[in-house]
């Protein structure tokens, strides 16, 4: 039972390494996944360890999650939770709330909104407020409001969000902290604001691959917001070059071909060319939106507002509503 032990708190902590590595994609982590889990499987086969299984339990929700299982994924959360609640070995607060934000990603992933909050919620209200768990279960109960249209429970967690940066300075939570009351900013209409509060973030630009891109098109629709066009034209070139150095997601790249098209036809959201179109099809339909990212301000949902010449808030509230995978 030792050895099973080491070998599931060895695998986790390669996991967690190789989670904070920013040349990591996200092939590369399923596939450490797939094979960790299945070796920690086998070792428990024929030595079963509680502890170890826990980590097993983990690291194949994070695979399901990767993998865009969420079914299979919502089980296994169940399953962990289980385990933690059934063995006294395991049952500590930190645990619990680790093992129920591991089922508010899997709800969040499957645009289960509510649930999510609900979620994190209570996990905020079991661990300690100055813990990463508890920090988590804030940044995922945003994220929901800002989803569910919840805009009085925004402005009563800023202050929240205002205590992770003092705690964390320059921590990854600490600038997601910050990216969020940057979208809050947005969505109640304050653009100068909000990208004021976006030119303060630092540490997540270094995720080459992932944040920073997404923050710079977020960045890009601000200033298309302000017609400030010659800056936008700018910003686009700065982005092309950093699509052209790195090993991007799908829906960036799409998302760049269609603001690099948008600016070549001088920002005319009333000329829906053959081409945009095809590029806002494969936008919305090869490479899914993922609700937990740089994406809050989902980019087909505000670039159907500027041609329908409507807010942008309101109308991503309402195409979220019904949106289940």
């Not at 979620?119 to 569910?148: E, G, Q």
Request: glycine share 4%.
């Amino acid at each position: 039972m030792f050895e099973t032990d080491i070998i599931g708190v060895g695998l986790f902590d390669e996991f967690r390494v190789l989670k904070g590595d920013t040349t990591s994609n996200t092939a590369r982590v399923i596939e450490f996944l797939t094979n960790m889990t299945e070796q920690l499987k086998q070792q428990l086969s024929s030595c079963y360890s509680v502890r170890a299984h826990y980590y097993y339990l983990f690291l194949k929700v994070q695979l399901y999650r990767k993998q865009g299982d969420y079914l299979q994924g919502k089980e296994v959360s169940q399953a962990l939770l289980n385990l933690v609640n059934t063995h006294p070995g395991l049952r500590s607060k930190k645990r619990l709330g680790t093992s129920y934000m591991r089922l508010a990603g899997i709800e969040m992933s499957n645009f289960k909104f509510k649930e999510a909050h609900d979620v994190s919620v209570y996990v905020m209200d079991i661990v300690h407020p100055k813990t990463r768990v508890f920090n988590s279960a804030l940044l995922h109960r945003v994220f929901a409001c800002i989803y569910l249209g919840n805009l009085q429970e925004l402005q009563e967690l800023l202050p929240y969000l205002d205590q992770i940066e003092t705690q964390r300075p320059n921590d990854s939570q600490s600038n997601i902290a910050q990216y969020l009351k940057s979208c809050v900013a947005y969505i109640n209409g304050d653009c100068d604001k909000a990208s004021q509060l976006l030119n303060q973030i630092s540490e997540l630009y270094a995720d080459k691959d992932g944040w920073n891109m997404g923050l710079r098109i977020y960045e890009i629709l601000m200033i298309i917001d302000k017609h400030q066009y010659d800056l936008a034209t700018a910003k686009i070139e700065t982005l092309r070059k950093h699509v052209a150095r790195y090993d991007i997601d799908l829906r960036t790249k799409l998302i760049y071909k269609y603001l690099n098209l948008l600016e070549k036809d001088s920002y005319d959201f009333n000329k829906q060319s053959p081409a945009r179109q095809e590029i806002l099809t494969e936008i919305i339909h090869e490479d899914p939106w993922s609700a937990i990212s740089h994406e809050a301000v989902k980019f087909d949902v505000w670039l159907k507002a500027k041609i329908e010449k409507v807010a942008f808030y309101p109308l991503l509230v309402e195409e979220l509503k019904n949106m289940v995978l």
